[in-house]
């Protein structure tokens, strides 16, 4: 398993694609904390951003976390079912999967070594973003405790969090947001096995997040939301803004899981059975 695994990395971090989103996820951040810097301190009265973005300007150790916000409700969700969508799509598409059937590799083995790699890839491209946004951050902002106020906590106390704690929570809420593009990954390798074009694939598992954030604004559903695979992707931002740790984030995490028991099986079954033309 583990050449298998290093053989597929190797294909997967080789590609230029795989370059050009490296280059993108450092660039962004380091964008949006020169803007944070450019805006300044408009004072109380005036236009203010948004939670997070307003918190950011006191310490760079926040920033981060108003960084992966934004970015993990589009732009990281579009990478994550690229390369999920592409991981056995691409192979058929080119002609090679039958190649790589012909060594003494089982069909599941090979389909859950490109469901790591691609797993990986979604996990490396979100820490670069925390990464690279900590270390812009860090520069221009400072590593200093923050003093949330009551405006942005949703109502609760002012309250104090001190760089270790910010840290701990940068952490969790960095493996958390990784965490969360699970069932983005388990439905971007069973749509890649029905699919010989990476494209079709792709399109299909990020029009499902976009139909699911669609869905989950609308109150009307009820409960049945809360089954959504993006329902609860921002479950960890009280820890910053309201100094407590959601329950939500266990549920979220118990929701993809279930993606990934559902989908994941379905992938390795499907793939069993597949009758390979290219």
Known sequence: MIP?????????ARRTRTYVIALGLIVLPAVIVFALNSRGDHGP???RGDGLFRLAQQSGLLVPAAVLSIMSGFLLVVIAGMFAGDSV?????????RYLLMRPVPRGRLLIAKAIVAGTLIWACTLLVALTAL???AIVFGTNAVTVPSAIGGGVAGFHLDASVLLLRLALATGYVAFGFTALLALGTFFSTLTDTAAGAIGATIGVYIVSEILDGISQIGRIRY????????AWEPMFTENRLPTDMLVGVAVQIAYLAVFGTAAVIWFRRKDLRS
């Open 135 to 137: 270390v812009g951050g």
């Open 4 to 12: 298998l695994l290093r053989t597929e990395m190797i294909k997967a």
């Open 89 to 97: 799509a691409s192979d058929a598409g080119w002609g090679n999967l």
């Open 227 to 234: 089954g959504f695979p993006t329902h609860y992707l921002s």
């Open 45 to 47: 009265g005036r236009e």
